[in-house]
C-alpha cells in the first residue's frame, strides 16, 4: 500500500471518529431518537438547542473532512482509469511483440530449410565428383569427344557446371548467414515481448489495485455521508419535538387555567325543532342548481380535466451536422443513437469496444457492459468509423480536429484529464449537443445522459472524421 493510500485510508478513519463522537454526544445530551421528556422546560430546550449547534458544527468539521477524502478518493479513480490505459497500451505492444516472435520464428524456420537445401546439393556435387573419381573430370570429357563440334559442345557444359558449383557455395553461404541472423531476430523478438508482457502484468495489477482502493474509499464515504445526515437530521427532530412538546403542554395549562377561572355557564334553553326539509322540485323547474352541481352555465356539465400523463419525455434527436470536414449526418446520427441505445448497462472495468458491451476486467470480470472508451469506440464503430480502444487514443488520433467550447456540436468527443498532457486523459464522453453528453461515469453506476460540464479538470474535445 502506497504513502498516499494509506493516508487516505487515515483520513477515513478519521472521519468515521468524528461521527462516532458526534453521536455519542447526541445520545449524552438527549438528543438521540427516542430519548425525549414530556413537557421540557426552557433550560431544557436551551441544553438541547445548544446541543444541536454543537452538534452541527461537528458536522461541518467532519464534512470537510469527507470532502477531503471525496477528492482523494475521485484521484484515486482518475490514476486507476489512467493506470488501465498504461496496461492496454502495453499489452498491445506485448501481442505486437508476440506476433513479431512468431513471425521471426518462422523466418528463422524457413532458413534453415533452405540452408538443409544448399547443404544437399554441395553434397550431391561431391558426391558425383568422387564417383568421377576427379573433382575436376572436364579434361576427360573434352578428350574423350568425337569430334570438334562435340568438343565445342562439352567445353560450354563444363563452363556452365563449373559456375554453377561457385554458385552453390556462395548460396550456401548466404543460406548460412540468413539462417544466424533469423535466428538472432526470433530470440530478440521473444525476449522483447516477453518483457512486454511482464510490464503489462505489472500495469495491470498496479491499476487493479488503485481502481479496488477508489472503490472502497467511495463506499466508506458513502456510508459516513448517510450517517452525518442521519446525525443531523435526528438532532433537528429532537429538538423540533421538545419545542412542540413545551408548546402543547403550555396550551393544555392555559386551558384548564382558563377553565377554572370562567364562571359557570347558564342553562342553555331548548334548541327548536328543526324545520321540515323542503319538497323536491318537480321535473323541468327553473329553480337554480344546489353549490354542489357539478354543471357550468347553462347547465351544461362541466367536462373533467384530461389526465396528464407521467412518462418521461422521450430524449429529443441530435442536431444534425452538416460543417465540412466532420463526420456526415449519418455518421453523427448512426454514433450518437448507437451510444443512447446502450443507456442503463453498467460500468464495466475494461469493458466494451468495437464489437459492443463485454465483461471487463477484473474486479469487473463479472459485470456485462462498457467503460467510458469503450462506449464512445462502439458508438463510432457502428458508423464505420474507427477511433481507438483508449480515451487517450481517441484524442491522439483526431488531435488535428480539436474543438473549441463555443463550437462544440453533436458528436464530438470530449475528454477530461488530470495534466496538461495527453497522458493524463482520463475520461471520455460523446457530446449530444444542446449541453449534454451520454458517456459510462464510473463503477457502480450506468451509461446515461447527464449535462456537459466544464471545470479544471476539462481537457477538450475532438471531432472524428472518417
Not at 395549562?253 to 342553562?267: E, V
Request: aromatic letters at 4%.
Amino acid at each position: 500500500m502506497g504513502t498516499a493510500t494509506r493516508t487516505r485510508h487515515r483520513r477515513g478513519r478519521r472521519a468515521a471518529r468524528t461521527a462516532g463522537t458526534v453521536l455519542a454526544a447526541l445520545v449524552v445530551l438527549g438528543l438521540a431518537p427516542g430519548v425525549a421528556s414530556a413537557a421540557p422546560s426552557d433550560d431544557e430546550i436551551a441544553a438541547a438547542e445548544a446541543a444541536r449547534d454543537a452538534a452541527a458544527a461537528e458536522v461541518g468539521v467532519l464534512s470537510a473532512q469527507l470532502a477531503e477524502a471525496e477528492a482523494a478518493a475521485a484521484t484515486a479513480r482518475q490514476d486507476a482509469q489512467i493506470a488501465l490505459q498504461d496496461y492496454e497500451e502495453t499489452q498491445a505492444a506485448a501481442d505486437a511483440a508476440h506476433a513479431a516472435a512468431d513471425a521471426a520464428a518462422a523466418a528463422a524456420t524457413q532458413a534453415e530449410a533452405d540452408l538443409g537445401t544448399g547443404r544437399s546439393q554441395v553434397a550431391a556435387f561431391a558426391r558425383d565428383s568422387y564417383v568421377r573419381g576427379s573433382t575436376a573430370p572436364g579434361a576427360a570429357a573434352l578428350l574423350s569427344a568425337d569430334g570438334p563440334a562435340q568438343l565445342v559442345e562439352r567445353a560450354a557444359l563444363l563452363e556452365a557446371a563449373g559456375t554453377h558449383r561457385v554458385d552453390v557455395v556462395a548460396e550456401l553461404t548466404v543460406l548460412r548467414e540468413q539462417a544466424a541472423a533469423a535466428h538472432d531476430e526470433a530470440g530478440a523478438a521473444a525476449t522483447r515481448a516477453e518483457s512486454l508482457q511482464a510490464e503489462a502484468a505489472a500495469s495491470l495489477a498496479g491499476a487493479q489495485a488503485q481502481e479496488v482502493s477508489a472503490r472502497e474509499q467511495t463506499a466508506a464515504l458513502a456510508e459516513q455521508r448517510d450517517a452525518v445526515a442521519a446525525q443531523a437530521a435526528a438532532a433537528e427532530q429532537q429538538v423540533a419535538g421538545m419545542e412542540q412538546e413545551q408548546a402543547a403542554a403550555e396550551a393544555a395549562a392555559a386551558a384548564a387555567a382558563r377553565a377554572s377561572a370562567a364562571p359557570p355557564a347558564a342553562p342553555s334553553a331548548p334548541a327548536p325543532a328543526a324545520a321540515p326539509a323542503p319538497a323536491p322540485a318537480p321535473s323541468g323547474s327553473s329553480s337554480s342548481s344546489s353549490p354542489s352541481s357539478s354543471s357550468g352555465a347553462g347547465g351544461t356539465p362541466t367536462p373533467a380535466p384530461a389526465p396528464v400523463s407521467s412518462a418521461p419525455p422521450s430524449a429529443p434527436t441530435p442536431p444534425s451536422v452538416t460543417t465540412a470536414g466532420t463526420p456526415t449526418v449519418s455518421a453523427v446520427e448512426t454514433a450518437t443513437d448507437a451510444a443512447l441505445a446502450q443507456r442503463g448497462l453498467p460500468y464495466s472495468w475494461g469493458g466494451g469496444g468495437s464489437s459492443g458491451p463485454s465483461y471487463g476486467i477484473p474486479p469487473d470480470s463479472g459485470v456485462f457492459g462498457f467503460d467510458c472508451s469503450g462506449l464512445t469506440q462502439y458508438a463510432y464503430a457502428r458508423a464505420g468509423v474507427q477511433i481507438g480502444g483508449t480515451s487517450r487514443d481517441q484524442w491522439w488520433r483526431f488531435r488535428g480536429s480539436t474543438v473549441a467550447r463555443a463550437d462544440l456540436r453533436a458528436g464530438d468527443l470530449v475528454f477530461w484529464g488530470s495534466g496538461s498532457a495527453y497522458t493524463s486523459i482520463y475520461h471520455v464522453a460523446l457530446y449530444l449537443g444542446d449541453g449534454r453528453v451520454v458517456h459510462a461515469p464510473q463503477s457502480g453506476d450506468v451509461v446515461k445522459v447527464a449535462p456537459m460540464w466544464f471545470g479544471s479538470d476539462y481537457f477538450g474535445a475532438v471531432r472524428p472524421t472518417a
